[in-house]
């Protein structure tokens, strides 16, 4: 029995790959199994192909895997595209109204199943989707009621008659290529799961969840892929906590409306991509200026300007450290798994107000959009703080302003909010005095600025970097940040059967810089490559910039073709290392 398995489907956007995907991966996950989703897909709605691989495994998993064993294709374009991942004993499972080969070179099993005449025979081709799932599921030998206990979630809206036409596609798919096949592929039966329930969702219902357990009740945003979906599940959740979302006529609008409604007392935040981030780089400013706490979610997609919509980068380190004119203190996290994503969504609001300064969240578009398994978040974990907001303002002199930037050791300043007695300030983007008034006196400037400033001088993120460092002599260190954590792992894993020592550092913390945490793993490491997904090797240079001693041991893997890395590359990479010597 295979304790991993992997299985995509492609066709044209439209064509119901998608919900193929979510039936099929939702039944997966109530047998118990772990699932890594990835998607490949068009900056259109309909037409251009797609595809979407689900990676199966009875061990949890935070990658994509190199191999492909099943392949559902409604087009010949799917099988020409996708079939060099197919492993010698894979399968391909093809539309017949295709016509479908193989191409020269592959080694798969090919079965023309009728996924579009069955699906017509009940009433509309619509459904060759449910055939292929039918078809696939059979395949693996599994269980059918528990499918089609997932077709009933997936259309009971619809009504009975609906349901009942979908499982009977289902039905029809799976005996169809069990006759083809002559019963199960014995090599693809699944061990079985352990059965324990499992969160299955992307990293942007993670930081909407977040959002939510933070205490976060008005979220203001402009619709942009890979960060929409954050908005769409609050949409649906605020109102029921007597919040809001409000969906602006641009980015500008958007992170205006977030620093007002966090001034008002609210908790209040935005979410974005590349496009957005760089509309909002002179309310950031505000924000840093005013001391409003701001949150920010940036999705990293492939840029510049509009860019590759739909595909993986990791190419806004830089603009998000140091795209706002003039100097601000700024926090900026990266969670790498579905969990940091809930869990440092929740911190980001803390911090916020802790610090009253902007925190982004960054994550990149496979960490946001990919689908995958997750232990139940601990509730017990939470806590809110909301810094210095004090309650009752002590009585001020007539006609004297609340000291809203007071003079503080720490650089933080007592808050309040509108409408509390004695807390009246000015609020103003001009530099200021302790009261708010705007001042242009050199040595107020002076004290404002170091006020400012100094606020993340004692800064310290908890788990700043998540390390796996075994080896207390590693032949190299391998650093990435986001989404290719797992994939980092994979490829050590693949290294140490080899005798080659690697040690493993992901950076959550870019800025400020953990300087003291990443240091020591620098120390003890003969070879550094950075890995990461974009051409300039941003990540690296800013090691570089803060720890400039280990400069000349530091060597990047970098990946810009829209991309996520896969574990042989990164194994490939690194072996090639031993060809240089630092």
Known sequence: MKRELSWKIGGQQGEGVESTDRIFSTALNRLGYYLYGYRHFSSRIKGGHTNNKIRISVEPLRAISDELHLLVAFDQESIDLNAAELTSDGIILADEKVHPVIPEGAQARLFAVPFTRIAEEHGTSLMKNMVATGASWALLGLPLDLLNQAVEAEFGRKGEKVVLKNQEAVRRGAEHVLQLAGGPVEEFRLAPADGKRKLFLIGNEAIGLGAVAAGCRVMAAYPITPASEIMEYLIKELPRLGGTVIQTEDEIAAVTMAIGANYAGARSFTASAGPGLSLMMEAIGLAGMTETPLVI?????????????????????????????????????????????????????????????????????????????????????????????????????????????????????????????????????????????????????????????????????????????PHTEPDLLIIGMGSTGGTIAEARERLQQEGIKANQVAVRLLHPFPIAELKPHLEKARRVIVVENNATGQLASLIRMNLPEYAGRIRHQLKYNGKPFLPSEIYTGCKEMFVWQP
Do not use: W
């Not at 700024?330 to 994503?341: F, L, N, Q, R």
């Not at 997750?374 to 309650?391: M, N, Q, T, V, W």
């Not at 809203?404 to 300030?425: F, M």
């Not at 609020?427 to 404002?448: C, F, I, Q, Y």
């Open 297 to 469: 979610v940036n999705t990293q997609r492939g840029g510049p300007s509009t860019g590759l919509p739909t595909k993986q980068e990791q190419s806004d380190i830089m603009a998000m450290i140091y795209g706002t004119h003039g100097e601000i203190p700024k926090i900026v996290i990266a969670p790498g798994t579905i969990e940091d994503c809930f869990y440092d969504t929740v911190e980001a609001f803390n911090l916020a107000e802790r610090y009253q300064c902007p925190v982004i969240l960054v994550t990149d578009l496979q960490l946001s959009l990919g689908k995958q398994s997750a232990e139940p978040f601990d509730y017990r974990k939470i806590s809110i703080d909301r810094g210095r907001l004090i309650e009752d303002p002590a009585p001020r002199s007539e006609g004297g302003l609340f000291k809203r930037y007071e003079h503080a050791l720490d650089g933080i300043s007592p808050r309040t909010i509108p409408g509390q007695k004695h807390g009246i300030h000015h609020v103003t983007g001009v530099e200021h005095a302790e009261d708010g008034r705007p001042s242009e006196n050199s040595r107020n400037r002076l004290t404002m600025m170091n006020k400012r400033m100094s606020k993340l001088s004692t800064f310290q993120l908890d788990s700043a970097i998540r390390a796996d460092a």
